[in-house]
Nanobody, 119 residues
Framework: VQLVESGGGLVEPGGSLRLSCAAS????????MRWYRQAPGKERELVAG????????NYADSMKGRFTISRDNAKSTVYLQMNSLKPEDTAVYYC?????????????WGQGTQVTVSS
């Protein structure tokens, strides 16, 4: 299983970014996906999640109305559209999934992509 994030960078407050996470090594369309983030000195926190078919999403309260998670199962890719970015959104953003492996479930993380919101 491999999760590869991209799309991070430096953006001014109020700006937008779209993150992508390209997945491989498992049947992407069968599994829910999540985005997490971790700011310096803080614990990793959930940003958003999406079900396997994309029909249901959930967001952390501070991201509701600003961030949108989506997926393209044909491309095995999950996206995070981030609008109205704030300096407090500065963090490393990680893609995550949990894949069933026989009787167990394995957790997978991407390497992360840095998002910096600053003027």
């Amino acid at each position: 299983v491999q999760l590869v994030e991209s799309g991070g960078g430096l953006v001014e407050p109020g700006g937008s970014l779209r993150l992508s996470c390209a997945a491989s090594g498992f049947t992407f369309s069968r599994y829910a996906m999540r985005w997490y983030r971790q700011a310096p000195g803080k614990e990793r926190e959930l940003v958003a999640g999406i079900t396997s078919g994309g029909g249901s999403t959930n967001y952390a309260d501070s991201m509701k109305g600003r961030f949108t998670i989506s997926r393209d199962n044909a491309k095995s890719t999950v996206y995070l559209q981030m609008n109205s970015l704030k300096p407090e959104d500065t963090a490393v953003y990680y893609c995550f999934t949990a894949v069933r492996d026989g009787a167990s479930v394995r957790l997978y993380w991407g390497q992360g992509t840095q998002v910096t919101v600053s003027s």
